[in-house]
């Protein structure tokens, strides 16, 4: 390779390959459609799209899951049987620009990553994401805080409800539109101002866009044909197309010599929360055993003080003497801190850690098990080894066999274990066993086991769609040989090539491979 070419990088949170397949046939989204055209496209896969928190990371840093150990917003704290929120940005992972010491870079609001300190250039972190007031926005170098916020103005968060009437809905997608036209200008006025041999710029607004349109596509199952919304509609293409009209300024001011490429991190597809669905599979199948009344100790047996197996804080005393169905009540208008205070309390206390094998982490969408293993919990009881295999065995044969009764098909789309995944054994961070639900049309209230029936109400955080986990991709340029479909690339072969592309050898942490395919001629 010669001298290294500019590279441009333009992503979408979301960008389903198939609607991006389409509509660039379709004549809808030519500035991606000139890329394809010009070089190569595909999808992204592998071991790092098991869940949709981490993905951006893996996919930026190069750095495996197992190592950074993000993969949910609420995470098992180490040595404990405490959860924690883990926010963008608290995960110490170097994104692959941070080895860039002798080049001039541009990012901007590239998920879940912060500013690199000491490098030539402008980087900006949660302007315009859908991470909304949880994050501040921080530009490094600091001096050029005020020139980047005099180019957007004030910045303009969107709180996504996810399950909206369509007058609200139509006002937040009209949002989002001005969103993105400020960051597509305030990136086409950098470029205009300055030359830089990386850029990096995403656009979140497919995240929260998606999730407002879906139900009223015309070819959504169950569309919602007597609304009559035709921004809503046809609002994921005009999101789409909107983005597109700016990732062409951007392409025309790199200029003809840089290499380009466009990413997205999910696609999208009919899913809803299978909130508790999990947890109540650990618990009524008898790996995850609660206490089974106030004033018992782990065995059961009664005690003459509860206090000295059952740490009495406030809130542990409150959920031992207010009803399940009442602390639920209550808790769905409690601040989100507090609610995860429940929570993490609910799981702390509320188990008899000698009798519990397996349990569940709370998520929405994918389940997460974690094995009580000797030597990594607290009160481990499950030896490392044989015993800890042959458990994840009987736990895998139990999902296999969860039925929905109303099809009589199966729940489950897979259960996948981190060894198997990420290799070595038993991991420190990551949950032993993630579980993907089968996704689907309607919320799924009851599930059947020859042994049990679980049953989840309708949680408040209720939706219709969910990121489907696999990411679209195009490159072109004067370094990129490929061309055509080819097919899927791993994601963490992504962040070595794009060094690669700027003539920089990737770090010992990033275990991916170069795409060969891709910058090499075949």
């Known amino acids: 390779m010669n001298e290294p070419k500019p590279l441009l990088i333009l992503g979408l949170d979301v960008g389903d390959a198939e609607l991006i397949s389409r509509w660039t046939s379709e004549g809808h989204l030519p500035a991606i459609a000139s ?175 998606s999730h407002y349109c879906w139900k009223y596509r015309p070819d959504a199952i169950g569309s919602d044909k007597s609304v009559d919304a035709p921004e809503l509609a046809d609002g994921i293409l005009r999101l789409y197309q909107a983005i597109d009209r700016e990732m062409g300024k951007a392409m025309e001011l790199m200029g003809h010599d840089a290499n380009i490429m466009i990413i997205s991190l999910y696609g999208m597809q009919d899913e809803y929360p299978i909130s508790t669905l999990t947890e109540s599979f650990c618990q009524q199948l008898g790996y995850h055993v609660l206490h089974q009344q106030k004033g018992t100790d782990d065995s059961g047996e009664p005690t003459a003080s509860s206090s000295k197996k059952i740490k009495l804080d406030p809130i542990s005393l409150a959920r031992m003497v207010i009803p399940d169905s009442l602390r639920t009540a209550i808790s769905r208008h409690l601040p989100r801190s507090m609610q995860e205070k429940l929570l993490s309390s609910g799981l702390r206390d509320g188990t008899q850690w000698s009798a519990t094998t397996a349990f569940a982490i709370s998520s929405i969408s994918t389940g997460f098990i974690r094995v009580n293993l000797q030597g990594r919990e607290p009160q481990g009881i499950v030896k490392p080894g044989t015993e800890y295999e042959e458990l994840l065995a009987r736990i895998e044969a139990d999902f296999a066999l969860l039925t929905d009764p109303k099809t009589g098909e199966p729940a489950i789309r897979r259960t996948a274990r981190a060894v198997d995944l990420f290799g070595g054994g038993p991991p420190e961070l990551l949950p032993d066993l993630f579980v993907e639900w089968e996704p689907g049309p309607r919320f799924l209230d009851r599930v059947k086991h020859p042994k049990a029936e679980l049953i989840q109400p309708k949680p408040t955080h209720f939706f219709d769609s969910q990121e489907k986990l696999e990411g679209f991709f195009a490159a072109a340029g004067p370094d990129i040989q490929g061309r055509g479909d080819l097919g899927e690339v791993e994601v963490l072969d992504m962040a070595p090539t794009w060094l690669q592309l700027l003539g920089v050898a990737p770090s010992a942490d990033m275990k991916g491979k170069i795409i060969k395919n891709m910058v090499e001629r075949t």
């Open 35 to 209: 890329v394809m055209e010009r070089g190569c496209w595909g999808t992204t896969g592998g071991p790092e799209t098991i869940a949709e928190y981490g993905l951006s990371l893996s996919l930026f840093t190069g750095i495996s899951r197992n190592k950074h150990g993000s993969y949910y917003q609420r995470q098992l704290k180490p040595g404990t049987y405490e959860t924690v929120q883990i926010e963008p940005g608290d995960i110490d992972a170097l994104p692959f620009w941070g080895q860039l010491k002798n080049h001039r870079v541009l990012t901007i609001d590239v998920p879940d990553t912060n500013p690199v300190l000491g490098l030539d250039g402008i980087q900006i972190s949660n302007l315009a994401t859908h991470h909304g007031a949880t994050c501040p926005t921080q530009v490094e170098p600091q001096g050029s805080a005020k020139k980047v916020h005099q180019l957007f103005g004030p910045k303009l968060e969107i709180h996504f409800n996810p399950s909206p009437n369509p007058e609200l809905a139509i006002k937040n997608v009209r949002k989002l539109h001005q969103r993105l036209e400020k960051k597509g200008k305030l990136l086409s006025q950098l470029l205009e101002q300055e030359r830089f041999d990386l850029v990096t710029a995403f656009f979140s607004e497919t995240d929260a866009g």
